[in-house]
Structure formats: structure tokens, C-alpha cells
């Protein structure tokens, strides 16, 4: 660990301000025959240690460090010129958290007293058994709001940079937030506002607002481009606590701790990346294909995969080394010479890199053995990406599923593939890739491209999202990691496509990478789920929980592509929600709310064409409106009422919710709700600025194929439909954070 007075030194050539001081490092030899204490390895007999420099910022005065022979005398004379009240600490690689320690004292009233304070300070550590390095002797900072800065290099993500309630609140009330390094201005300023202490920093009981803008450029000068945290060896670096107040901003603690050399956190990659950027064209759309892996007596996955593709009709061949077919496919006994865009590979885990090694003139190849470095065999893993490097091709997997893409008849789903569409997926999990499309294409989805990448060995999620973002065939991309194989490549990616292309993100957990222990608090408070809710906020994805809702905003974003706004003051309008009267409507609100979204006041001007058409007898006209929509309801009554309202005030967006429940239980065919629906339709298709979305609550009360139906009808106006206003509220604000973004970029 770096001494303090040292680290603050840093900070002033970087232009932070920290308080004026002097450093006065403890001499092992002077110590040692009064105290029984040993040197410490690397002191000669007779020599004296001796601190840098520190320095005070602004006036550029160097403050003279001093060296403690008679330790309390030395700091009493080095202090005084220093302007009391003081601050004494000691500092040493055994001393992480000096409060705890007893190795801080405040409000020292001179030097002298500063003297008498270390000498009975050190008594003190060496009691507990703790030789501190020396003593930093500063001018103590006036009171303000106290925060934490920190950055710690993120095994996933790289350099993180968090802020918060610093001090005694660190970690009693884990107010803090977070942004992956580098840092824009905005970024900052988003962080200090979504603290739960953000109105302390804007005054608070009489007190004044801090000046924020100081805050903001520590911020950006610690976390920006070109700051900092890109001259440090992470490690770990902590300013806590930075004391805030209406004057500016100054860093009264400081620690750093340098990765260890032994042992770097992001080790280059096993094959250097190829020159350009890779055409995934023909990934997705093979000539034609090769499997590698079907037996001739035993059915397995090789033989699964034969079947599928004889299903699509894509231009096939088998690799077995005896057989002339099978399955009615005809077969040849290497890859070596195959004209295939794709080869697909099922044979056992020792048995693939001499098979990946023969697809030379094949652009893809995908393993889907599992047994590498998922197995704890990263060898086999290594030498399956030499193998492909070897060939010249790119490798997906292993470990994963394959690919599926309608338009270019690849799959490795059984059945007749969907419809071709513009919904794309890439998916750390064949499974739930599988799940995904099957229950997405149930409810609507239409896929352009979906590639499952298991382990990631060659081709990452990052490359393929970048890929993406210039496919013509895709308006959306949703993505299921656990672990991204290169963060900071995925970040800079998500980055890339901020406010062009709208991304879902799924994320399993990461505790296979391990975490070493944390020797600051905010290495302590960098957590896995905590990055990737940042990573979101800051790239404008939308972070999802769970497979309903990944399909649900990749729903929404396909249904209102072509109602996503780049810019225009309606996007900031809250949310309309419409229906039937009851504590679902009030229900609807509090869910709205927990999504971050508001239900604007209705416009003053649409009160009384409401009350023209009925709508608020007997009941109030608020936001949720109620409105009778029911067996015996007027279908056309809530697109009236809803173009009467946007007329006013442009929601951007319109939630149209029905009891279906209740058109069976009052009524006796599902024609109303049919009725009900083709209005909506009608409303969205005279509203092409709104974007209308419809929920089907208790739709398990309708008959068989009722849902379906309903589901058709609304699609064809491009209007989703969910089961609950939860699932509403999660797409619709998907939809806010892109729109944010697109303004943004």
C-alpha cells in the first residue's frame, strides 16, 4: 500500500485538492532499542527514514517532510508553521482503516500537542502490535458533507469508479453508486443525483448547497478520459472522506493499492485478435453446412442436428469417417476440402481441436462439446483456440448450442422455423436461447439473427453486438451473459450502440470468477450485481431480471420500432394509463411508479370533452382514467377518450389495460373484447406519435384461443400485449431509457 502522503502528492499533480501537511516517517532504529521493536527489512543499522514530499495545490508551495530521531519532538518542530486545528495519523501496510486503529486524531490545538498525540499514539499501535511507517501531520479541513471516491479494478469490467456518503456513513449506509471508467461529466452528475443523500448535497435545514460542480470535476478528473485511474496500477484507490461544501471540494484521506505484478487482472488473450472487423453474414446465412459428430448406430446430438437442418433445407453435409450417408444425408470423412460457410462440431472434448484444425476455407465453426474450460480444462480450451487459428476460422463456442436465423435457414431448434423478423439475441446459454425463441415466437417474436457462444473462446458477445448494430435485419438485441469473457469490450460496445440500437440484458451470476478480498471499502462495495446495474444505466440498456421480461421489452421494441422518437418534448410526458374502474388502476400506479415512470395530470383543455363523452360520471378524471371497458362497454369509448386527451398533452406513451375476466363472467362471447381490441388498433394506427400498449389482465379466464386471437389483432396495429402491468411497466420503461439515450448521443 502506497503511504498516504504519497498518494496525495499524486493527487496534487493531478490537480486534486487535499490539505497542507507535512510527512514524518518513523525511523525502526530509534524505535527499536526503546520499544523491543525489530527494523524492518531494508533499514540499515543508524539509517533514518525519510518521506517524499507532499505538496499544497493551488499556491504550488512544497511543504517540507520531515524524519522522526526523537519522534515527538520532530513532528512538534515539523508542524509549526502549520495552522491548528491539526490532524495526526499513522500510516503503514498494517494500518487499512486507521479509525479502527486508534490512528487518527482531530483537533489538535498546536504542535506541541501533535507531538505528545504521536508519541502516545504509537505507544498505543505497538501495543496491538502494529509498527506504523511514520506520521502525516495536516492542517484539519473545515466541516461539510463528507463522500467516498474510490476506483478498484473490476475483474469483469476493469476500472470502476464509485462515490457516495463517505466517512463513518460508508459503510453503515451503502449510499453509493457507480460508473465503469472512463466517466463523462453527465455520468457524474448522475451518480451524485441518484444518491439517497442527494439533498444533503443541495442544502438541507438552513445549511448551504455544496459546490457540486467542484464534486463534479473530482469526479471526471479521478474517473474521465485521461484521468487518474489511467496512470495508476489498479489495484485499489480510495479518497475517503472528500469533504464537500459551498468553497469546492478537498480529499482529507487518501490510500492506493497497486495490482500486484504477479498477478494481473486482465491477462492479454490467448490468440491475438485478427486483423479487421469479421463479416458474421455467413454465420447467419450459410451456403451451406457441414455436422460433424452423427453416428451411424447411435442416435445423438450430431444425428439431432442433421434432422433440424433437413428441416430448413439448407445445402447439408455429414464428416464420419466410414460412411457414405446419414440419415439420408450424404457423408465425407474430413472436413478438409468441405465448401461450407458452417461446421457444426459434436465429438468428444479431447477429439475437437484436431477436428477444428481441418475446417481450413470453412469462415465458422461452432463446437458444441462441453468439457473445456467450464470443465476445469482449460488446456482443451487452449488448444481448440489454436486449432482455429491455426485454420483461419472463427470459432463459437464451445460449449454452446449453435445459431438460429429463419431468413438464412440455420437453426438448432426443432420444427419449422418462425417467421424471419428483426429481434436479435445473443445468449451465453443454448437453453435459454432455445427457451427464448420458442416461447418468443409463441407470443409474437420475430427473430433476424440468434447465436449462442457458451463459453466464448473466439468470438465474443461484444464483437457480435457490434456486428449488429450495422445489420439491416435488426432493430433489437436482447442478451443473456453470465460471464462477458472481456467487459471492458462488451462496455465499449454497449457504449458504441448507445441511442442506435435498443439492448435487453439478462445476466446470470459471476461468482465462478471469485473476488479477492477487498482492503478498502470500496472494493468491499463493487459488487457483481451493482456493475451490472451500472453498466446498464450507463450504455442506455435496459437490465431485466428474469426470461418474461426479456421477451416482454424485446416485444415492445419490436412492435414500436418505428415509434421510437429521436428526440421532441413528449418523451419526457408521463404514461396514460386506461381502463376499467377499481384497485387495479390504483395498483397501477404504485407499479408505474417503482418503475420510474410518472402518470402525468391529465391537460385542463381535455376535462370537459371527456366529460362529454362520459367519461369521469361519478368518479373523478385523474391519471389512471377510469373508464367503463367491459361485455357491456362502448368499444370506441377509450380511443375517444385517449385522442381527446394526446390532443392536449403528448404522452409518448399510452397503456390501455381490460379485465378480461370480466367478459366472460358478464357476458357470454369474446366478440366485446375482440371489438375492444380492433379500437385500440384503430387508435394507435390515428396516433402513429403515441405508442400504445395493451395488458390483458387475468387473461387465463378466457376461453381457448381468446388470447391468441386478441394478440393477432393487436399486433397487426403493432401494439404489444402483456398479462400484467408489471410487465407493461418493465417494457415501457426499456423503451425511456433508449429514447434518454438517443438524445444523448
Known sequence: MIPEHEVKALLRETGVAVPRGVAVAVSRETV?????????????????????????????ATVPAGTAIALAAEIAEAAGELVPPLVLKAYGPDLVHKSDAGAVRLALGDAAEAGAAAAEMLRALLNQGITPDGFLV????????????????????GPVLLTGLGGVWTEAMRDTALRLCPVSEADAREMLASLRGAPLLEGYRGRPAVDVDALVELLVTVGGPGGLWERLELGEF??????????????????????????PRHPPPTVPPGPGVTDFAALFEPRAVAVVGASTSRPNFGNMFLEF??????????VHPEADAIDGVPAVPSLAGVEADYALVAVPAGKC????????GIPFVQVMSG?????????LEAALIGAAAEAGTRLLGPNCMGVYSPRGRQTFVGGEPGPPGHVALISQSGGLAGEVIKVGERRGLAFSRVATVGNSADVTPAELLRWLAADEQTSAVGMYLEDPRGGRALFEALMSVRGRLPVVLLVGGRSAQGRRAAASHTGGMVGDARVWRSLADQTGATLVTGQDDLIGALSFFQSHAARLPAAGPGEDAGVLVVGPSGGASVLAADVFDGAGLSLGALPGAALDGLKALGVGVGSSLANPLEIPVGPRGRADLVREAVGAIVARRPYPDVVAHVNVQSFFTYGTSADPLYAY?????RAQEELPGVRVTLVTRNGECAPHGVEDEVRVIAAGAGIPVYRSMEAAAVAVAAARRFTRGIRTV
Open 32 to 60: 527499536a532499542p526503546r520499544d523491543g521493536i525489530a527494523p524492518r527489512e531494508g533499514v540499515a543499522p543508524g539509517e533514518t527514514v525519510t518521506s517524499r514530499q507532499a505538496a499544497m495545490p493551488g499556491d504550488g
Open 138 to 157: 495536516e492542517e484539519q479541513a473545515a466541516p461539510g458533507i463528507e463522500l467516498i471516491l474510490g476506483i478498484v479494478d473490476d475483474p469483469g469490467f
Open 238 to 263: 480510495e479518497l475517503n472522506p472528500v469533504i464537500a461544501t459551498e468553497k469546492g471540494v478537498i480529499a482529507v484521506d487518501a490510500r492506493y493499492i497497486p495490482a500486484d505484478p504477479a498477478h
Open 309 to 318: 437442418y433437413k428441416t430448413t433445407g439448407v445445402p447439408l453435409v455429414a
Open 353 to 360: 481441436a484436431e477436428v477444428v484444425r481441418q475446417a481450413r
Open 371 to 379: 468439457g473445456f474450460g467450464e470443465a476445469g480444462r482449460p488446456d
Open 677 to 681: 381490441t380492433r379500437a385500440l388498433a
